[in-house]
C-alpha cells in the first residue's frame, strides 16, 4: 500500500503530505499555521479526525493537542492534555492553552527525503467541567501509577 493510495482515510491524498495540506494553505479557514511556524508542516482543522492507523508509508497516531500561541503540544490521549491545559491555564504563562482532540499524521515525503508531520484538529473542548473530568481522569491514573512504583509523599 502506497502513500499516494493508503493515506488518507482522511480526505483524498494523492501525493505527499506536503502537496496536499500545501494547496490547503490558499483556504485561510482551513490551515492554521504552515512549516515555517514549528515542527508541523501544517495544523489544520479536520472535523472528521482519522481513526489511528500504522503501515510502512505512514502512522496516525489520535490524541489530543493543546495550543500555546501557534507552538502545539501532541498528546496520546485526552487526559494528559486537559491536565497540561488546565495546569496551563493556573500559571502566569499568558498562551491560549486552547485544547482539541487531534490526530497526527507522520509520513515520508519521496520528494523531499525527509519524514512530514502534520496536525489535523478536531473537536475542541472548550467546557470547564469535561476538562476537570479529564484532568481528573489522568490525576488518578498517575496517583495509581505512583503507588504501585513504590512512591511516597514524603
Excluded: K
Excluded at 33 to 38: E, I, L, N, P
Excluded at 44 to 66: N, Y
Amino acid at each position: 500500500m502506497s502513500l499516494s493510495t493508503a493515506v488518507f482515510v482522511l480526505d483524498e491524498i494523492e501525493t505527499s503530505i506536503c502537496r496536499h495540506y500545501g494547496e490547503l494553505t490558499e483556504h485561510p479557514g482551513y490551515t492554521r499555521t504552515s512549516g515555517a511556524d514549528g515542527e508541523y508542516l501544517a495544523v489544520v482543522d479536520h472535523p472528521a479526525l482519522p481513526g489511528a492507523l500504522e503501515s510502512t508509508m505512514f502512522r496516525v497516531c489520535r490524541g489530543a493537542a493543546v495550543d500555546l500561541a501557534d507552538t502545539w503540544a501532541f498528546f496520546d490521549d485526552l487526559a494528559p492534555a486537559a491536565a497540561f491545559s488546565r495546569a496551563g491555564r493556573m500559571s502566569n504563562l499568558r498562551p491560549s492553552w486552547d485544547l482539541f482532540e487531534a490526530a497526527e499524521v507522520r509520513a515520508p515525503c519521496p520528494e523531499h527525503h525527509r519524514e512530514e508531520v502534520a496536525l489535523l484538529l478536531g473537536r475542541q473542548v472548550y467546557e470547564r467541567s469535561e476538562i476537570h473530568a479529564h484532568a481528573a481522569r489522568f490525576a488518578g491514573a498517575a496517583a495509581a501509577r505512583a503507588h504501585v512504583a513504590g512512591w511516597s509523599e514524603s
